[in-house]
């Protein structure tokens, strides 16, 4: 399908996009992990936000002229920590290096998405870990796959047999955010039976739609970061929302995902 796929073929479904979008995330989860294996030292933020970039480049090299290829009228988002509402029409939002700070500490947990946005709404996702090889995918009412197989999220029912997580939306966030993660962190320790806290979010939120973790929350954030997980999440049958059980948007604060027999226990506990 990928020497054959025109972009310009009006009859291409958004199906056959998604087959195409992660035959894009797992190329550039390939190059991604060739450089991969040793700690990148950096004394300086500029020496870091240069080794970021140089991940992000190596992927995007790829990605954006398969992306544009395949949809050449689709917006861009340049950059993964924008968050907001989006602009009429079909956008890619894409994270070349979710994790990217992961991947030069030699962390595992890293990945590579893309995620088409119509109209502000999310249509299908990619997301590639490439030292698993495993490819998350999902389209708008046709459900969550993990390398083809169903997802469905857990059918946990107390918070208190429940394992949530958590993840911090950027470094240099807000000192009031900062407070209210920290707050967070501690009602949910006092509430639920484990809680995680790393980055990135998009793994997280594999994890709610596979049904192994009960629930995600995250103040503040990015469209890269959570708009592939709450395609994910809802396809596979749970619940997403602020976290006072509000619906979510682009725009909005704070952000839930959850299987529904914990969803509104856990909004109980967010908004203590």
Not at 9 to 21: N, P
Request: zero cysteines.
């Amino acid at each position: 399908m990928s020497e054959t796929l025109q972009a310009t073929d009006v009859a291409v479904s958004d199906a056959d996009l998604l087959h195409e979008t992660a035959v894009a995330v797992r190329a550039a989860g390939a190059a991604l992990r060739e450089r991969f294996g040793e700690v990148v030292r950096y004394e300086t933020r500029e020496e870091l936000m240069r080794a970021l970039a140089a991940n992000d480049d190596t992927a995007l090299d790829i990605l954006r002229p398969r992306l544009t290829r395949l949809r050449p009228d689709a917006g861009w988002v340049e950059d993964e920590l924008d968050g907001g509402a989006l602009p009429p029409g079909e956008w890619w939002v894409v994270d070349p290096a979710e994790g990217n700070v992961n991947h030069l500490h030699a962390l595992p947990e890293w990945a590579v998405t893309a995620t088409l946005v119509r109209e502000n709404q999310p249509v299908l996702t990619a997301v590639h870990l490439p030292l698993t090889g495993e490819t998350y995918t999902a389209l708008t009412g046709a459900g969550a796959r993990l390398d083809g197989r169903p997802l469905h999220v857990s059918r946990t029912a107390d918070l208190g047999l429940g394992i949530v997580a958590t993840s911090q939306a950027r470094p240099d966030e807000d000192e009031e955010v900062v407070r209210r993660v920290g707050s967070s962190i501690t009602a949910m320790l006092f509430d639920a039976l484990v809680v995680r806290t790393a980055v990135p979010a998009t793994l997280h939120l594999l994890n709610v739609a596979a049904g192994r973790v009960d629930a995600f929350w995250q103040f503040a954030g990015a469209r890269a970061d959570l708009l592939p997980g709450a395609l994910l999440v809802t396809e596979a049958g749970g619940r997403i929302s602020d976290a006072e059980g509000r619906p979510w948007t682009p725009r909005s604060e704070s952000f839930l995902a959850a299987a529904p027999g914990v969803h509104a226990e856990a909004v109980a506990t967010l908004s203590r």
